[in-house]
DNA sequence: CCCGGCTCTGAGCAATTGCCCGGCGTTTGG
DNA sequence: CCAAACGCCGGGCAATTGCTCAGAGCCGGG
């Protein structure tokens, strides 16, 4: 009898999921329907709904992406976590992911209570500006937190923030520095400055710092783009480097290497674990060793990424 | 552009759907997640939805039978349509219907307003009475369409009335004549008689008319059990009869033959289209011309059959 | 047989949801 | 280039929903 019961219980059960995602009728319907009360009807709805009766299928690639997410979100205590699809034809290509950061961006700076945004360098950063339509936030504080000079002394072609700044006219803090430094010494010095000791104030109190992730190795972009020596990478990844944020190059369990050119960075420092809403963006096997890295440190506390990269991040 | 609008707006209520179905966040807190405002993310849930982007599921036999019932509904015109499941081990034992109609009686017998319940007669009906546990109903009447006395004079063994009555101690009025008398003249006698009349009465009033469906042919309920003769039933078979409801013999359309059996039957006539709310149970293969005459004819605007069944009616 | 504990029920209320409205930005046609 | 038309947006309100709570009915133990 109890299984009788029990039994008929379920079935009504489904009944009510049924008229109700199925068929789209109120509690209110249903109640009638089934002749018991409103109560009732809200119960069996949601006794459908804890027996699995009903499941949802959501066909749309962003499904897939959805679920990864909050697998990550969860798994490293993230505050803010974004998967894009990846592109079947271009896996490296960030399109993306920097249109993600891009949405991130444009949606901070579009609310109303004003913001300050600290931003990285990259190639990633640099597409997902590109997403911006350009607007006025005149309410709003842009402030960089890696040097905008190049070895050569030019304008870096990655800087976002000049970019970001163009388009959408905020109040901008550029750090007038050289990403490296000569010396220890000389980096003590600059610091000093006025204007770059008011980036470091602002930026410390970021509502929002995105940022790209870098990795460390033969092929790394400070090497490549020659901010860093040959020697000079080798000695970091002789003190276990794996990847670098703002410039800031860590090792494998997410520390920041005290040593090498970690001395001579102008970067602004960022705090471990983060404070503020920190978001990382990247994507790729090749920055699989650096992203874990930073998720460890949490030197990050949120990430965008893409669909591959998402799942060789689960997989341990 | 365009398309790249809708293309994220997509992409966005897919989103929505997700956080919103899948994992069970609220509509403000989707707002605040996609930073768009609490209207946005209701209209992109309601987007999600009427994209089709997502799909229930309901994993339970329940879930067809809700289908057939309510496409039976649609096609027919039924104002209740219920659908039960067919048993594969036994697909004409009336078990999933007997518990439906039963449902039924019960729950209209457990409601508060008072109710005139008018029933019929047969195996199906003698089942659904079966399922009603014992329970006070002083409020509500019971009436039955059909006479209670077999040909050899004893109570009928599926008389459901009785069996009812005992069950519920409700106010009850049985018809206490044979099924058929022996001539039309003797029909209009005893339709003059108090009893009969006050039944009568009663049952033009009847909120529910709950009825069996019997199937007119060589192995007709009605010849079986020696209600007609062999000839009797030869003669209405010749005047077009399929089906009965009630012990009204009807053609192929549904309509109740003027003549045979019909002119010397004492059941409470019924009105065809059907006013109140009148039910037809009956399942099996053999039954359904019968069904489908007293669906076409409007005799009955209710029906509870099975799977195979209500598969068998759509099928043109 | 009676009692305590348990589950289930429906009333009522607070939160959530659906939808209508005026306003604003964008597009199309003149 | 302007103006009308269209569609989207967020505010606000009514309907719907989820949930708490006290009470009723049921079961098992003494």
Wanted: hydrophobic residues 45%.
């Amino acid at each position: 009898m109890a299984s009788d019961n029990e039994r008929s219980r379920l079935d009504d059960a489904a009944r009510a999921g049924w008229l109700y995602y199925i068929a789209g009728n109120t509690q209110d319907e249903i109640a009638r329907r089934l002749k018991v009360s409103r109560a009732t009807a809200q119960r069996l709805v949601s006794l459908c709904l804890s027996e699995r009766l009903i499941t949802f299928r959501l066909e749309h690639p962003i499904a897939a992406c959805m679920e990864l997410a909050a697998r990550l979100q969860d798994r490293f205590g993230l505050v803010h976590c974004e998967v894009a699809p990846t592109n079947p034809a271009a896996p490296n290509a960030p399109n993306g992911v920097a249109e993600r950061a891009g949405a991130l961006l444009e949606a901070t700076l579009r609310a109303d209570k004003p913001a300050i945004i600290a931003i990285g360098t990259g190639r990633t950063m640099r597409a997902a500006v590109e997403q911006i339509p350009p607007m006025d936030c005149p309410n709003h504080q842009l402030v960089s937190l890696v040097g905008n000079i190049s070895p050569d002394g030019s304008a870096s072609f990655f800087d976002a923030l000049a970019r970001l700044t163009d388009l959408t006219k905020a109040r901008h803090y550029p750090m007038p520095l050289p990403v490296f430094v000569a010396s220890e010494a000389e980096r003590q010095q600059l610091l000093k400055l006025g204007p770059v000791s008011r980036v470091r104030a602002l930026a410390a109190k970021a509502d929002l710092n995105l940022v790209g992730i870098g990795q460390i190795d033969q092929s790394a972009q400070v090497y490549v783009d020659g901010f860093i020596s040959h020697d000079e990478l080798l000695e970091m990844l002789r003190l276990g480097a794996v990847g670098e944020v703002a410039g800031w190059a860590m090792d494998a369990q997410g520390r920041v290497i005290d040593g090498g050119t970690n001395r001579r960075l102008t970067s602004v420092p960022l705090p471990a674990p983060a404070r503020a809403l920190t978001v990382g963006a990247a994507l790729g096997r090749s920055k699989l060793p650096a992203i874990r890295a930073a998720l460890k440190g949490r030197i990050i506390n949120g990430l965008i990424t893409d669909e591959a990269t998402a799942q060789a991040l689960l997989k341990e």
